[in-house]
């Protein structure tokens, strides 16, 4: 299928919306199946975690619009490859390049190898070391997100190899990041914290834990702690705020991989990402005061809710997280006095705000208010009339928002649906049918 009228008219974008986000994919990753290496100050080896997993999300929602290109999912599985290569190695040292003599390429991460490149995880890829407050390091909010965009590739091109690749990322670096639970001098990862996760998986439903009180941690914990940024080894804890939107993310995200490993699935990952899943809603439902706080101010970390709110809102879970994101929301769009969108853009920051406008496309928990919806929109007209100012992330970050696409979680069977009707019903979508007309029977 070559695309329906110039594309599939889901949730109302149009062609003209499309044609911007095809433009500015080519304009960051190129329009072949070698992608080309990501520019600016924050990118270390051509490759940045936050903008791959955006890419290759962004890639398939256009693939999907666009009827299925070949080319466009080639590129979306070098882009994978590419970033495993790059960012599932050490860093490169600096050393002097002589003309005809090839430099080898760093090691791989703890334990990974050609066959398990996840096994170590992956660096965020951010110019500066992990020694400064926001350099390199391995950062648990983007590893969700590229374990997610793992997800998605899988479902698109039916390869459960890319599933398994996500469900290896999370189980193994969860346990790592879970270390800074451990009493000081201790080892790496106890059998106490292994045994206590895995367990996890068997007796209780993972949507009544949100509504529990914390378990004990098992012996030879101190407490369930959880840092959101870890060395690029995963031996130590890096200083970082605590992210409270991190444990509803890891959640989602277990939920999901472990879902689409099907009823044939391995039996020992399921119950991984059970526990997994089941330990991160205890540590959410006791996040701190200060760290709510934290997240009611951030629009990063208020778009985390409203994704996760949006996809789990059929978990008991769900709906609560959904009252803390439209409460969230609301508050950050109506400003202390001035309006968001009316505030210097000096103190903002435009791919969070855009993360939680691409959170809100589909967000259905309790719905938000029109004038917030209203405040949203402008808040994404306002960026995209700005994209040159931007550097990948906030280009890949204005298409989450502006198109939503695989963020949501219905678009994938709207788009099949509607590719299956065009094959069995043509005439349907020709004649004198306009854009709007179709947009209106399938919105």
Not at 16 to 22: D, G, H, L, R, W
Not at 100 to 116: D, I, K, N, W
Not at 140 to 162: G, H, I, P, S
């Amino acid at each position: 299928m070559a695309g329906i009228g110039g594309g599939l008219f889901t949730r109302g974008v149009k062609r003209p919306a499309v044609k911007v986000c095809e433009e500015l994919l080519v304009g960051v990753y190129g329009s072949g199946a070698q992608v080309l290496p990501l520019g600016g100050e924050v990118c270390d080896a051509g490759r940045h975690l936050h903008t791959d997993a955006l890419g290759v999300c962004n890639m398939l929602t256009v693939w999907y619009w666009n009827g299925k290109p070949r080319a466009l999912l080639d590129q979306a599985r070098g882009l994978v490859d590419e970033v495993h290569d790059v960012l599932g190695r050490a860093r490169p040292a600096p050393v002097k390049r002589k003309k005809g003599v090839e430099v080898p390429p760093p090691p791989r991460l703890t334990g990974a190898s050609e066959h398990e490149p996840l096994v170590g995880g992956l660096r965020c890829g951010r110019v500066m070391s992990e020694a400064r407050p926001h350099g390199d390091g391995q950062v648990w909010a983007l590893l969700m997100y590229w374990a997610f965009a793992l997800n998605r590739l899988a479902v698109a091109t039916d390869l459960q190899e890319y599933n398994h690749l996500a469900a290896q990322l999370v189980v193994c670096t969860a346990l790592r990041f879970l270390q800074r639970a451990l009493p000081e001098g201790e080892g790496s990862v106890p059998a106490a914290i292994e045994g206590a996760v895995e367990g996890l998986g068997s007796d209780t439903d993972a949507d009544a834990v949100v509504a529990a009180p914390p378990a004990s941690p098992p012996d030879g914990v101190s407490a369930w702690n959880f840092s959101p940024r870890m060395a690029i080894d995963l031996s130590r804890p890096l200083p970082a705020p605590e992210r409270a939107s991190d444990a509803i993310i890891g959640a989602l995200v277990c939920g999901i991989v472990r879902s689409s490993l099907g009823p044939r699935g391995d039996a020992k990952i399921k119950q991984s990402l059970d526990g997994i899943e089941r330990r991160l809603l205890q540590l959410w439902n006791a996040t701190s005061d200060e760290a709510m706080a934290r997240l009611m101010a951030d629009p990063m970390q208020v778009g985390d809710l409203l994704w996760a709110g949006s996809w789990g809102a059929n978990r008991k879970w769900g709906g609560l997280v959904g009252e803390v994101a439209r409460d969230a929301v609301e508050a950050i769009v109506r400003g202390d006095g001035t309006p968001l969108d009316e505030q210097p853009l000096a103190t903002r920051h435009p791919p969070g705000e855009l993360w939680m406008a691409a959170g809100a496309r589909n967000f259905q928990s309790g719905g938000l208010k029109s004038d917030t919806r209203d405040a949203l929109k402008r808040l994404v007209d306002y960026h995209g009339k700005r994209l040159t100012l931007w550097g990948p992330v906030g280009k890949m970050s204005y298409q989450a928002a502006a198109f939503g696409g695989v963020f949501e979680p219905h678009y994938v069977s709207e788009c099949n649906d509607i590719a299956y009707e065009a094959r069995n019903n043509p005439a349907a979508f020709t004649g004198s049918l306009t854009e709007e007309d179709v947009f209106k029977q399938y919105d």
